[in-house]
């Protein structure tokens, strides 16, 4: 029998852990363990945080099993917090860590890992260009015995709603193509900001991810392989948005530099 969800009513406010450290989560002892944990990294979304924050809510809150929601704030123009109390506040079933400053997607990311406590971990970027409301279809392929579910924009099934920038999109099909060819050959998209894991493999790899920026991708799904997890690519629909965080030159460089330093690591053996 799938336990009965928190209540909002009585507890205290929305619990804010500063950083560091990672991976506390500030549980009660005896708290059932969600079924699935949302991890949300942001960084300056203070002005649309909190209306994202109120439709994952309402997403999980007509789900049939027990959920979490992990916010990691990364730093940006204050008002973050205060924007998740005004939706959120007083429900034990939502944490905000904070990064004080800006970490990095992939830091962030990696805190919320560490401090999840899901059969099944999700993570998704604050703006909802991939709709929350496509969980159930990334668990229903982990429970079919996939060990990684990421969204596809290259999937044939897939949708895209508005038109990315000439640039980001030259940008990407390059990037991909070095990927597969470097490091994760039959993935076609390994940038779409909307993944799931096994939450056991997913906190087992998590903390040998050492790419703090938008190359984390890679370096994270390059792990799932080299345990011979597999990857399953999920057609979505993808609405591009105002306000990326992503500066297309300077990022994919960084992201490039990161792809060179995950083969350094890997040829040193880093992550045996």
Same mark, same amino acid.
């Given at each position: 029998?799938?336990?009965? !969800?928190?209540?909002?009513?009585?507890?205290? #406010?929305?619990?804010?852990?500063?950083?560091?450290?990672?991976?506390?989560?500030?549980?009660?002892?005896?708290?059932?363990?969600?079924?699935?944990?949302?991890?949300?990294?942001?960084? *300056?979304?203070?002005?649309?945080?909190?209306?994202?924050?109120?439709? &994952?809510?309402?997403?999980?809150?007509?789900?049939?099993?027990?959920?979490?929601? &992990? /916010?990691?704030?990364?730093?940006?123009?204050?008002? #973050?917090?205060?924007?998740?109390?005004?939706?959120?506040?007083?429900?034990?079933?939502?944490?905000?860590?904070?990064?004080?400053?800006?970490?990095?997607?992939?830091?962030?990311? @990696?805190?919320?890992?560490?401090?999840?406590?899901?059969?099944?971990?999700?993570?998704?970027?604050?703006?909802?260009?991939?709709?929350?409301?496509?969980?159930?279809?990334?668990?229903?392929?982990?429970?079919?015995?996939? *060990?990684?579910?990421?969204?596809?924009?290259?999937?044939?099934?897939?949708?895209?709603?508005?038109?990315?920038? !000439?640039?980001?999109?030259?940008?990407?099909?390059?990037?991909?193509? &070095?990927?597969?060819?470097? #490091?994760?050959? =039959?993935?076609?998209?390994?940038?779409?900001?909307?993944? #799931?894991?096994? =939450?056991?493999?997913? @906190?087992?790899?998590?903390?040998?991810?050492?790419?703090?920026?938008?190359?984390?991708?890679?370096?994270? /799904?390059?792990?799932?392989?080299?345990?011979?997890?597999? &990857?399953?690519?999920?057609?979505?629909?993808?609405?591009?948005?105002?306000?990326?965080?992503?500066?297309?030159?300077?990022?994919?460089?960084?992201?490039?530099?990161?792809?060179?330093?995950?083969?350094? !690591?890997?040829?040193?053996?880093?992550?045996?």
């Amino acid at each position: 029998m799938t336990p009965p !969800r928190p209540s909002a009513a009585g507890p205290p #406010a929305v619990h804010t852990t500063s950083d560091p450290p990672q991976g506390t989560g500030g549980h009660p002892a005896d708290a059932a363990p969600p079924v699935l944990s949302v991890i949300v990294p942001a960084f *300056d979304e203070a002005e649309r945080l909190g209306a994202s924050v109120t439709r &994952i809510l309402r997403h999980l809150d007509s789900r049939p099993y027990r959920s979490e929601l &992990i /916010l990691v704030l990364d730093g940006g123009r204050p008002g #973050a917090a205060a924007a998740v109390e005004a939706v959120a506040g007083g429900r034990p079933d939502v944490r905000v860590l904070d990064n004080g400053v800006n970490r990095g997607k992939g830091y962030s990311v @990696r805190r919320g890992m560490g401090a999840s406590r899901g059969e099944y971990v999700l993570f998704a970027d604050a703006d909802l260009s991939l709709p929350i409301e496509d969980t159930d279809r990334f668990l229903e392929v982990l429970r079919a015995g996939a *060990d990684a579910a990421i969204a596809s924009r290259a999937h044939p099934e897939s949708r895209v709603i508005g038109a990315p920038q !000439r640039m980001r999109m030259s940008l990407g099909r390059v990037f991909n193509w &070095i990927v597969q060819r470097a #490091a994760l050959p =039959g993935v076609a998209d390994t940038q779409c900001g909307f993944k #799931a894991f096994r =939450g056991d493999l997913a @906190r087992a790899i998590f903390p040998r991810q050492r790419s703090d920026r938008f190359g984390f991708d890679v370096e994270v /799904l390059r792990l799932v392989r080299r345990r011979g997890g597999r &990857i399953v690519e999920v057609p979505v629909t993808c609405e591009y948005r105002e306000g990326s965080s992503v500066r297309r030159v300077r990022d994919g460089a960084s992201m490039l530099g990161d792809l060179a330093a995950i083969r350094w !690591r890997e040829w040193r053996g880093e992550y045996d």
